[in-house]
Every structure is written in C-alpha cells, then in structure tokens.
Nanobody, 115 residues
Framework: QVQLVESGGGLVQPGGSLRLSCAASGNIRRIYAMAWYRQAPGKQRELVANINESQTTYADSVKGRFTISRDVAKNTVYLQMNSLKPEDTAVYYC??????????WGQGTQVTVSS
C-alpha cells in the first residue's frame, strides 16, 4: 500500500508564490519518477513538471516560473511556483512511479490565483 499526500495549496494573488509538497509513504523500495499534474475546471488533467533520476521536464506554460525538486531520502517531491497567474488556478496532483508497484496519485490540492 502506497499513499501520496499533497500539501501547500491555497489562495494567492497574481504574481505571488506557493510551494507544494507531496510525500509518499508505504511499501516503497524506490521511486523512479515523480510528477505534478493539474486540472482546471472543465479541462483535462495536464502534466506540469516531472523529475526522475536524471532530468526534469516542464510544460511550456510554466517554464521559468515553476521549479520541481525532490528529496529522495524523504520520498518527497516539491513544486515551487513563482509569478503565479490566474490561469494557474487548478487542482494540483502529484504522481509517483513506484518500483514494482506502478503509478500512484495523490488526492490533490487546490491552488487559486486571484486578486
């Protein structure tokens, strides 16, 4: 059994910053990759950023503003979000690719960018 728990969402003004965290727990030997997705109302879930053992990738819409990082020892991934825009408003989900177990999703955390 694996659980991913996100935290750090909230309401922020345009131009502001938030830092999301996602901690994985359970029967984990190794995590190949972790990623952040988001889903805005009426839209499909989209990949925001991904980090594995060798590289990070970002959606074009967040490049230069968002930074993904991970603490391997803590099985935790972070998403530092700067210069937030109203169009960043969405539920943010983390996903982990767990060795021998497959992919797991977190429950999501709401990010609202509004004045």
């Amino acid at each position: 059994q694996v659980q991913l728990v996100e935290s750090g969402g909230g309401l922020v003004q345009p131009g502001g910053s938030l830092r999301l965290s996602c901690a994985a727990s359970g029967n984990i030997r190794r995590i190949y990759a972790m990623a952040w997705y988001r889903q805005a109302p009426g839209k499909q879930r989209e990949l925001v950023a991904n980090i594995n053992e060798s590289q990070t990738t970002y959606a074009d819409s967040v490049k230069g503003r968002f930074t993904i990082s991970r603490d391997v020892a803590k099985n935790t991934v972070y998403l530092q979000m700067n210069s937030l825009k109203p169009e960043d408003t969405a539920v943010y989900y983390c996903r982990g690719a767990i060795a021998g177990l497959g992919g797991y999703w977190g429950q999501g955390t709401q990010v609202t960018v509004s004045s």
